[in-house]
């Protein structure tokens, strides 16, 4: 929604918001911008030349809906209003439902370098390098699109980008995976060219459709093979349509995050870009708040955030940090997100953890959502396998900690609510102990 806002303010409306919880750096980008933010809901704010846009979070009891009705004004879906205002320019779309932030980010970073500022950027998290999830765009937008409730299906892209696709937010779909992937293949259809993971091409029915493919397997038309990793990232080869073409650095850790970079190259070749010149320019990029995030660095402990919170994140997460890091210990902090994902996923949640050391599980993230009975992280607690599991309510987090981590030490902080909240108060405690 904070991009959405500042897309409409770029275009000389004026923007107000409001929100329960707002995020203060969130706040401070929109204030920046003069878009003013209040904290809670109250239809008393409202003009009678409104235009009322809301978020799939948000229900018709909402005192500001109720009132918009009673005022009979405009009331958009996101979703609706971002096609508007984008009505105008080419799209370049990213959806899937695992990896679309960062893909997105790597491609309108690596086309902004190199078109200026033809080129804007409508993302879901907040990248590193210009603290925001929203740059200004002339002819084109790189946009993240959201498949949880199929509001991707508003959109024709002239080129659509599809990271993955798994069993994620099935209560917008009727409980039943098949609804989703026929979503997916109904977007196949809409608008121009696709370009598919491969993981993506082994569930869809892409027959007919206008395909180009990446991944690390030999039939794809843009294979990436890792080569060296390191603390900061990996060296891969490059073969388009079998043959090596090119070497080069992706500076972010991270097997899927490297195999999903290959999409910018079959998005340079579309555009007629020289693709050496995409392997320089992936060399700046910096990442996205919350993404392998790095929050504090030092010989003798690490702290990494991220926002996975489904079971299959969480297990590429911690392959990832102990292929790259190698770690004495891996210490997991975790906050499942949503009640329902919790519910649907509850035999993959008490296995994706191994591989992990301690696991610190505290309490379920609402994200407005209703308690369901028996659904509660201290049961999850008791189920969870192959690894040491102990239940700790947030604020107790950065002292438990404090009291069990040593030398050697990764802690990787995981989940899409507010866990991230804690970060700053598990890094003063370490820099106290470790003089840093």
Known sequence: MSALAQLIKSQG?????????????????????????FHGHDGRRLKKNDTVIISEAIDRDNPEIREAENMGLKIWHRAQALRYFLRDKKIIAITGT????????????????????????????????????????????????????????????????????????????????????????????????????????????????????????????????IVEKDLRGSKLHLYKNSKKVLKYYFPLIGYKLAINSLSVFAIGDLLGLNLNLIAEKIRILKGVERRYEFKYLSPEIKLIEDYAHHPREISEVITTVKDY????????????????????????????????????????????????????????????????????????????????????????ILGAGDINKISHLIVEKIKNVFNR
């Not at 992990?356 to 028996?374: Q, W």
Request: proline letters at 4%.
């Open 325 to 412: 890091l190698r770690p004495q210990r891996l210490i997991v902090v975790f906050q499942p997100h949503r009640y329902t994902r919790t519910r649907y996923l509850w035999g993959d949640f008490r296995e994706c953890f191994k591989g992990s050391d301690v696991l610190l599980l505290t309490d379920i993230y609402h994200a407005f959502e209703n308690p369901i009975p028996g659904i509660e992280s201290p049961r999850l607690a008791e189920e969870i396998k192959g690894v040491e599991c102990i239940y700790v309510k947030k604020n107790n987090i950065p002292e438990h900690l404090l009291q069990m981590c040593k030398l050697g030490d990764i802690i990787l």
């Open 13 to 37: 409306f004026d923007v107000r918001g409001s929100d329960i919880s707002p995020q203060e750096e969130v706040e401070r980008i929109l204030y920046s911008q003069g878009i003013e933010v």
């Open 98 to 225: 695992h990896g679309k932030t960062t893909t997105t980010y790597i491609i309108a970073r690596v086309l902004r370098e190199i078109l200026g500022e033809k080129v804007g950027m409508i993302l879901g998290g907040i990248a590193v390098d210009y603290g925001n999830n929203f740059l200004p765009g002339k002819e084109l937008y790189v946009v993240e699109l959201d498949e949880s409730d199929g509001s991707f299906l508003n959109f024709h892209p002239e080129i659509k980008v599809i990271t993955s696709i798994d069993c994620d937010h099935l209560e917008n779909y009727g409980d039943n995976f098949l609804m989703l992937k026929k979503s997916f293949e109904q977007f196949l259809t809409q608008g121009g060219i696709n370009i598919l993971n491969e993981e993506s091409i082994g569930v869809l029915d892409t027959s007919g459709r206008e395909v180009m493919s990446y991944g690390c397997g030999n039939v794809v038309n843009y294979q990436g093979e």
